[in-house]
Antibody, heavy 118, light 108 residues
Framework: QVQLVQSGAEVKKPGASVKVSCKAS????????ITWVRQLPGQGLEWMGW????????NYAQKLQGRVTMTTDTSTSTAYMELRSLRSDDTAVYYC???????????WGQGTLVTVSS | EIVLTQSPGTLSLSPGERATLSCRAS???????LAWYQQKPGQAPRLLIY???SRATGIPDRFSGSGSGTDFTLTISRLEPEDFAVYYC?????????FGQGTKLEIK
């Protein structure tokens, strides 16, 4: 069965960077793209960006342009999301998702809590 | 960027009742790329509906989706206790995704 297993919770200081990993199993990794979604405490879902696991092409949400980088390592079937220049309002649960043929997310990672605090 | 507006913000109903949730887009959405998710506290979202009207794997038939263009609806025909949660619509277009702000379905 499809599994997306994310790295553990992180605590970072303002201005630092965080890199969250998402290890996929149960399917052919480079046949399906990955998106990253975050959820601020008590808030809704925010789409962060998308990466093609086949070509490495990316597209990021405009508000995160310049601070976020998404990459993949096809040899380990792992996707990564790096967010730089962290601020307190980046405190959120970060999810990776596998994109289906219909551009929806049937499979989600368990989420990674990133806390930004001085 | 397409903005999705969900209504109502909160819906208070009793088990057994019918729930109707709305998702309105700021411009026309490709129906094939409109999805609905359910999220319970402390859990990742779960895909309910894709392609505006197709149920995802394992989703009970009391959940149905409809709509096209700029107006989409998620209907839960008879609410079960486990259906009380937050629901989000999502669309994909031009390599961008957007989510609605969510509708909280609470027990009356």
């Amino acid at each position: 069965q499809v599994q997306l297993v994310q790295s553990g919770a992180e605590v970072k200081k303002p201005g630092a960077s965080v890199k969250v990993s998402c290890k996929a199993s149960g399917y052919t990794f480079n046949h399906y793209d990955i998106t990253w979604v975050r959820q601020l405490p008590g808030q809704g879902l925010e789409w962060m960006g998308w990466i093609s696991t086949y070509s490495g092409d990316t597209n990021y949400a405009q508000k995160l342009q310049g601070r976020v980088t998404m990459t993949t390592d096809t040899s380990t079937s792992t996707a990564y999301m790096e967010l730089r220049s962290l601020r307190s309002d980046d405190t959120a649960v970060y999810y990776c998702t596998k994109i289906s043929t219909w551009y929806d997310s049937e499979d989600w990672g368990q989420g990674t809590l990133v806390t930004v605090s001085s | 960027e397409i903005v999705l507006t969900q209504s109502p913000g909160t819906l208070s109903l009793s088990p057994g009742e019918r729930a109707t949730l709305s998702c309105r887009a700021s411009q026309s959405v490709i129906s094939s790329y409109l999805a609905w998710y359910q999220q319970k506290p402390g859990q990742a979202p779960r895909l309910l509906i894709y392609g505006a009207s197709s149920r995802a794997t394992g989703i009970p038939d009391r959940f149905s989706g409809s709509g096209s263009g700029t107006d989409f609806t998620l209907t839960i025909s008879r609410l079960e206790p486990e259906d009380f949660a937050v629901y989000y619509c999502q669309q994909y277009g031009s390599s961008l995704y957007t989510f609605g702000q969510g509708t909280k379905l609470e027990i009356k």
